[in-house]
């Protein structure tokens, strides 16, 4: 059989609001028409043929916003924690879960001096909507700052049937009707997390929850990517349990493999989406705790294996890590040998190991905002310089060294 390939042509960047090429429009004359999908040879995939870039409407926008979020030297503000759980943590300060308590919260967190070292916000569908007290919305507040609006679009986590209390992700209904709203709200990229754990005793994370979690994130992404949104896909492997940090590594591999073959399956362009994993750490009832030089070892080599290099940029979760050791980890991981060769941006998306010490600072008191914001100024700055490898301390954050544990919640 003769070998197929896409046709080599310059295409004309596309505006949201321009409407997308025919396919037609960049085959030579002498080329025969498409043949249907299943007959195609292997290699050609949407991002390989040149179709996203047609087909799509948003394609250039899409791939410009991903870049920019994995600028160098910045990274990503998970502020997209649901109301139960903000309720949670308003809780510890002492304040009532109020739809105006948590716009105070957040008000705290966008209007503060971040821009140099934040360039993406994410946020919850809630606060997506809301505005400060005098009026400017949230999303104008961040893009003054060069900041880019996200929203968290899954609607959290159910349990699997038929496994040992593994989890699948909710959300994909009515999804691409949310994602026209979120768009013209002002978010440019998504959110969707999935979660596996580690067990020995029951197997997890099973093949059944792998594919599952894998077939979501990659249809969520699909579905994100035709209505304007960058995808940021989340398969998040659990801290949780005693097993050491090379069964870290197989098993965060492992889930990569599925969730990049399921991404391809659905044409996700990869250029136009980022990554969310964890850092390859041990189990935190492991007896076999390492340092972070081996961490950052074992967190590369897994990328290295698993990632392909069209992605612009990995923005790895804190996933209970301490301030800290999120902070030291991110660092050495863009500063190790063969750190250099990384094709995208090594980078992050914090949510606890930027937030827990700044709401603590500010307890619900604006008597406290100035010195909260400033905290959280010096926290962006620490990973931003982390993310160049050029973090030399000492930590902002008074009580750094505390892992931010949080346990998982079903829908």
Request: net charge neutral; with cysteine; hydrophobic share 35%.
């Amino acid at each position: 059989m003769a070998p197929c390939f896409a046709p080599s042509v310059a295409l004309t960047a596309l505006t949201p609001h321009a409407s997308p090429l025919s396919a037609s429009s960049f085959v030579p004359s002498n080329v025969p028409a498409l043949q249907p999908r299943s007959q195609r040879c292997s290699l050609r995939m949407t991002f390989e043929a040149g179709l996203f870039e047609t087909e799509n409407p948003y394609a250039a926008q899409l791939k410009q916003t991903a870049q920019y979020i994995a600028s160098r030297g910045s990274g990503i503000l998970a502020s997209d924690e649901s109301n139960s759980t903000t309720g949670k943590r308003l809780a510890t300060i002492g304040l009532e879960n109020t739809e105006q308590n948590r716009r105070r919260w957040r008000q705290l967190l966008y209007t503060a001096d971040i821009g140099d070292y934040i360039s993406g916000a994410i946020m919850f569908e809630e606060t997506l909507y809301q505005s400060a007290e005098d009026g400017t919305p949230f999303v104008d507040i961040l893009r003054a700052k060069g900041i880019v609006p996200g929203i968290k679009v899954d609607t959290g986590l159910t349990a699997l049937p038929r496994t040992k209390g593994e989890t699948a992700t909710t959300g994909l209904d009515g999804l691409p009707e949310r994602c026209k709203k979120y768009y013209q709200q002002g978010a440019r990229f998504a959110k969707w997390r999935a979660v596996m754990r580690i067990g020995k005793a029951d197997g997890a994370p099973s093949d059944a929850a792998i594919l599952e979690n894998a077939h979501a994130l990659a249809r969520y992404a699909h579905i994100s990517q035709a209505n304007g949104l960058v995808p940021i896909v989340e398969p998040e492997v659990l801290l949780d349990g005693d097993h050491p940090i090379e069964e870290t590594a197989y098993y965060t591999e492992r889930v990569l493999s599925f969730t990049f073959r399921a991404l391809n399956e659905y044409d996700v362009c990869l250029d136009a989406a980022l990554l969310k994993p964890n850092m390859v750490n041990p189990g935190t009832d492991s007896t076999q705790q390492v340092d972070a030089q081996t961490v950052a070892k074992y967190t590369l080599q897994t990328m290295m294996r698993g990632v392909p290099p069209a992605m612009p940029g990995i923005h790895f979760l804190s996933g209970g890590m301490s301030d800290q050791e999120a902070t030291e980890n991110l660092n050495l991981l863009n500063s190790i040998p063969g750190s250099e060769n990384a094709p995208w941006s090594l980078n992050f998306s914090y949510g606890r190991a930027l937030q827990m010490a700044v709401l603590r600072t500010w307890a619900g008191d604006d008597a406290n905002k100035d010195k909260a914001q400033q905290l959280l100024a010096a926290l962006a700055k620490a990973n931003g310089e982390a993310q160049l490898g050029k973090y030399t301390g000492p930590h902002p954050s008074p009580g750094g060294k505390t892992r931010n544990f949080q346990p998982l919640r079903l829908v």
